[in-house]
């Protein structure tokens, strides 16, 4: 059965961005999230340390914007972060009024804590639960505003006809049926691809499915060799530790007892940005300074019981249930491992694409305010500003646009690929291209990278989507039939992990999270520029300056 | 040989199932997921769990492990040592397939509960020691263990009197926000059924975020709802706009 479903706009992905984009739909227009769990299980909610905003007197946005751009080694679109940053103190108010708590200084105003690389305390937070406080409050709105959610579809494909947005096909996960929903105009907001690493913060559910459909209908992806990894998170499994933890005052030290950070960032320390530390601890781990796993230690014992079992009660609870480490009196092991992608679907600073009718925002977007390497604080930020915009716009949009009928041949092609990869079961199952995928990911294109791993990566890379596309999967039932979806996701992987690598591999210097041992200086003259990547090729697009221009970047 | 844990998963649908064993290779510091991930990878591919974060942040893979109300990801295998482990669906929903069941109850419940309504304009003076209590609200995953331990919804099925523990979280958040305006105290009486919980906390006992839900959340919300509808005083002065609370408490 393929049921059509008609709206105004679809929302992909019920996370913070998602949330607010619906929010911002005309209320007389029929809007509906969907989402592939439940909205409450998004990887918003695990987001701990803050969002910043300059709300404090002697803070100004402008330095804000400053630091995200230098934060972002030159790359971000100056305009971009400027409409973020001077946007920040409203979206933490309205957020206030709709009710998250922040917490509170002394005289009763909302506290702000370091994060790294910001030259003012201006991350906003709610202990270390910022993301599920944030996100509790839009989900309340959405059920205020009587918001449609579908739950538990998992959205495979972007449906367009005449050169414009036509709606997306789903699987239903209870039953299994293909079900299009036609709609004139659709927002991508499904975050991260992090599963295409071994090593990632990221949940199983960050699979980048929105990049990689909007790839395929032919929508640029923008800086895609930019990604992130955090400094700390615990070896094993990568549960992350927050960066508030160093934002408090907790240390990094080094087999030899050393505050390591003294030699690559003496002014910033600890709350040096994300890439300098991580890169830091990995040349700590490779020049024989780190301890056997491959850690440092991070150190909280001097911040003391209380700061640590209230505004870090989430590590505490980790190190303790994890790794049976009391932080109270024991220092942690943290290594870096994948967190974010600065990368994503190439929209402008309202969150259209090239595609019309198609909008992006979050993670799964490159507006782009985060160039090639975001600030701690800043994603919950992006959300909730970006998500906004591409809200608006998409009101707009429909206010304006007919819309254009629903390719049911697209249903079709989807219901025959489910039948073809349950029959294609017997050959070889998709599993372990995806364990390959993740393992080839971290040790070839991670913190460090030159030319002859990212070669091999590639090669890699290709020959498991090679094997993927005759692979297939055990599970022949409808319901809930996680296989097939894992299957989908994996391709998905596939798609994205190729174009990290042949970024990684033409962007021949070293900037920001991409880190090139064969080429360590930034190139201005000849790669101040976005890279944008369709199933044709590469194009390149100039950065936006308005106000800042490009200079060393020292802390 | 490395050691061996072995697992007895429910297999089944609404229609009837039974456990069924496999036997897993035991690695230091594995947790129930661990283990239920390597049945999926290598002998069950068509085995249903829903999980996603593996931090115990997302709520998503509650079920019950030796018939306690669990999360997969938060639940270390040496605790289990020489036992067998059964893990089941969460019983007090309806069971869809193998261990994912139907919790969609809990958020047509969440749809009742009046949002957040600011009583003064932005931006809001408030202590930290009044919003501390909040905060602990906030650790509050959705994973409805609670919900599936609580006896009100479990043995009595009283989902039609009672919103359950984690909804008495989600009304405590508001009623206790230093800036709000609402009142929710004739829903918590009457709707909502604050009176069928006869304190057992066994809520609290499952809480995989420590929430003290009984101690922090339900007690303070009967004590409101107590002089709110059975302070003489009050009762003499208040206006009779609302009827007085009914439903009795259910015994555990």
């Known amino acids: 059965m393929e049921i059509l479903q008609h709206f105004d706009v679809i929302v992909v992905g019920a996370g913070l961005a998602g949330m607010r984009a619906a929010l911002e739909i005309d209320p007389d227009l029929r809007v509906a999230v969907v989402s592939k769990v439940y909205p409450v299980r998004s990887h918003s909610v695990a987001a701990q340390g803050g969002i910043n905003a300059a709300i404090d007197p002697e803070d100004k946005w402008q330095d804000h914007a400053f630091d995200t751009i230098k934060g ?15 946007d920040a103190p409203r979206v933490v108010y309205e957020m206030e009024h709709w009710g998250t708590i922040f917490s509170r200084r002394p005289d009763g105003r909302i506290a702000q804590r370091s994060f790294g690389g910001q030259g003012y305390p201006r991350a906003c937070y709610a202990a270390d639960k910022t993301g599920r406080a944030l996100y509790q409050t839009l989900f309340e709105q959405s059920i205020r505003r009587q918001i449609t959610v579908l739950k538990e579809f998992f959205v495979v494909s972007i449906a367009t006809a005449h050169g414009q947005v036509a709606g997306v096909v789903c699987i239903e996960i209870r039953t299994g049926t293909v079900v299009g929903l036609a709609a004139k105009s659709v927002i991508i907001a499904t975050g991260g691809a992090g599963m295409m690493y071994a090593r990632t913060t990221n949940p199983y559910i960050n699979s980048g499915d929105g990049m990689a459909m909007a790839y395929r209908a032919g929508v640029p992806l923008k800086d895609m060799e930019f990604i992130q990894f955090h400094p700390t998170t615990l070896p094993g499994m990568n549960v992350l530790i927050t960066e508030g933890a160093r934002g408090e005052g907790a240390y990094l030290y080094n087999r030899d007892h050393e505050r390591f950070m003294e030699r690559y960032a003496p002014k910033l320390m600890e709350v040096a940005p994300r890439d300098i530390v991580s890169r830091a601890i990995e040349t700590e781990i490779s020049e024989g300074r780190g ?10 014992r001097h911040l003391g019981e209380n700061i640590i079992k209230h505004r870090l009660s989430e590590i505490y609870d980790f190190a303790l249930t994890y790794k049976g480490i ?7 092991p943290v290594q870096p491992g994948q967190h974010y992608m600065m990368g994503g679907i190439a929209t402008d600073k309202h969150g259209a694409t090239e595609l019309p009718g198609l909008y992006a925002a979050g993670e799964c977007a490159a507006v782009s305010v985060h160039g090639a390497n975001r600030l701690g604080a800043n994603s919950l930020l992006d959300t909730l500003v970006f998500g906004r915009q591409a809200g608006i716009q998409a009101s707009q949009f429909v206010r304006k646009n007919p819309g254009v009928d629903f390719p049911s041949a697209d249903l079709t092609r989807q219901q025959d690929m489910i039948s073809r990869v349950k029959a294609a079961g017997r050959r070889e199952p998709y599993g372990a291209i995806r364990r390959e995928l993740r393992e080839t990911m971290t040790q070839y294109v991670g913190t460090f990278r030159d030319e002859p791993r990212l070669t091999k990566a590639l090669k890699t890379v290709r020959a498991l989507q090679d094997r993927y596309a005759e692979a297939g999967i055990q599970d022949q039932g409808d319901v809930f039939n996680y296989d097939l979806l894992a299957y989908i996701e994996t391709g998905f992987l596939l798609d994205l992990a190729e174009i990290v690598t042949v970024g990684a591999l033409a962007r021949k210097e070293s900037r920001g999270a991409h880190a090139r041992i064969d080429y360590p200086d930034r190139d201005d003259a000849q790669f101040l520029r976005h890279f944008l990547f369709t199933p044709d090729g590469r194009r390149d697009e100039p950065v936006v300056i308005t106000h800042y221009q490009p200079k060393e970047r020292k802390y | 040989m490395s050691e061996e844990i072995v697992l007895s998963i429910f297999r089944g649908d609404a229609a009837g199932g039974q456990e069924v064993e496999y036997r897993v290779p035991l690695t230091p510091g594995m947790v129930v997921l661990d283990a239920v991930h390597q049945v999926q990878a290598h002998q069950a591919q068509d085995l249903a769990v829903r999980w996603n974060c593996k931090a115990a942040h997302c709520g998503s893979c509650g079920a019950e492990i030796n018939g306690h109300p669990k999360l997969l990801c938060k639940t270390r295998l040496d605790d289990y040592v020489g036992e067998t482990v059964h893990i089941r669906p969460m019983q007090t929903f309806p069971i869809i397939k193998d261990l994912v069941a139907d919790v969609s109850w809990n958020f047509e419940v969440a749809k009742k509960v009046p949002a957040f309504q600011p009583s003064v304009p932005v931006p809001f003076k408030m202590q930290q020691f009044d919003v501390d209590r909040i905060q602990e609200f906030h650790h509050c995953i959705e994973c409805f263990l609670c919900q599936d331990v609580c006896h009100v919804l479990r043995d009595h099925n009283a989902k039609d009197q009672y919103f359950g523990p984690r909804f008495m979280v989600k009304m405590a958040e508001f009623e206790m926000h230093p800036r709000d305006g609402g009142d929710r105290v004739p829903m918590l009486a009457h709707e909502a059924g604050l009176n069928m919980c006869n304190v057992t906390k066994c809520c609290t006992e499952v809480c995989p975020q ?35 609370a009914t439903g009795q408490s259910v015994q555990g």
Not at chain 1, 73 to 83: F, N, P, R, V
Request: charge should be negative; aromatic fraction near 10%; hydrophobic fraction near 40%.
């Open chain 1, 291 to 300: 301890f056997d796993g491959d850690y440092v230690l991070l150190d909280l």
């Open chain 1, 72 to 86: 972002s080694d030159y790359l971000a679109d100056q305009d971009a972060a400027e409409l973020m940053c001077e």
């Open chain 2, 210 to 244: 420590h929430i003290r839900i009984t101690d922090n959340a339900i007690i303070p919300l009967k004590e409101r709802v107590a002089d709110q509808y059975w302070d003489p005083l009050r009762a003499l002065f208040r206006k009779k706009k609302a009827p007085a």
């Open chain 1, 326 to 332: 009391n932080p109270i009196y024991e220092p942690i």
